[in-house]
Structures are given as structure tokens and as C-alpha cells.
Nanobody
Framework: QVRLVESGGGLVRPGASLRLSCSDP????????MAWFRQAPGKEREFVAF????????DYGDAVKGRFTISRDNAEYTLGLQMNDLKPEDTALYYC?????????????????WGEGTQVTVST
């Protein structure tokens, strides 16, 4: 179900930074763990990072560990993704996702709510 809204994508050079944002216009208190996924052309949707609602536990995909930071503001119903030292292989459509379940969720099928995606392109 599409109900989240992403923003912040763009075209940047390798080594640059970008910050993605995601909002829930419905302000649904029933959304718990939230995450970012990405999908490059011809590839499957890939886990980037998740953050739980209650204690803000996080985890990251191996490809982005140490470069990306996920955050959330429960009072504002927003999710963020700070991306540093971007590489060409980070080029993808980035999706925000929300789950009615609290916990370490790394699979696409664990999330009920999605945005339509924001494009990130890293190129010289």
C-alpha cells in the first residue's frame, strides 16, 4: 500500500552527500519499524537500513555500513537517511517503507506501507 512520501533525491558526483526524507501524511501511529530500500535497474529491491520505533535500534545493509545513517522523528512522523561518500553503485530508486511490526525487519515482505520512491544518481 502506497502512503508514504519520499523526497531529497538528485544527481550528485561520487564522494558527495545527500539526505533523503520520508513523511507519513496520515500520521499513522500503527507504523512501527521503518526502513529504506533501493532498487537499481534490472536488480531486485535491496535492504538499505531499518530503525525501530520504540528504542530506535538500527541496522544497515553491508553495502552502506559506515556511510549511511538512518534516523526518525516519531513526533513528526518522519524518517531520514543521511548518505555520505556516495558511490556510482549507490545509484537507484530509494523507497521508504513502514511496518505494523516492531523488530529487526530486513525483508521487503515485512513491510506493508511504501512510498513511490525518489531517484538517487551518482555520476561524474
Amino acid at each position: 500500500q502506497v502512503r508514504l512520501v519520499e523526497s531529497g533525491g538528485g544527481l550528485v558526483r561520487p564522494g558527495a552527500s545527500l539526505r533523503l526524507s520520508c513523511s507519513d501524511p496520515h500520521r499513522d501511529i500503527g507504523i512501527f519499524t521503518m526502513a529504506w530500500f533501493r532498487q537499481a535497474p534490472g536488480k531486485e529491491r535491496e535492504f538499505v537500513a531499518f530503525i525501530t520505533k520504540l528504542d530506535h535500534s538500527t541496522d544497515y545493509g553491508d553495502a552502506v555500513k559506515g556511510r549511511f545513517t538512518i534516523s526518525r522523528d516519531n513526533a513528526e512522523y518522519t524518517l531520514g537517511l543521511q548518505m555520505n561518500d556516495l558511490k556510482p553503485e549507490d545509484t537507484a530508486l530509494y523507497y521508504c517503507a513502514g511496518s505494523i511490526t516492531e523488530g529487526p525487519l530486513r525483508f521487503v515482505t515485512s513491510y506493508e506501507y511504501w512510498g513511490e520512491g525518489t531517484q538517487v544518481t551518482v555520476s561524474t
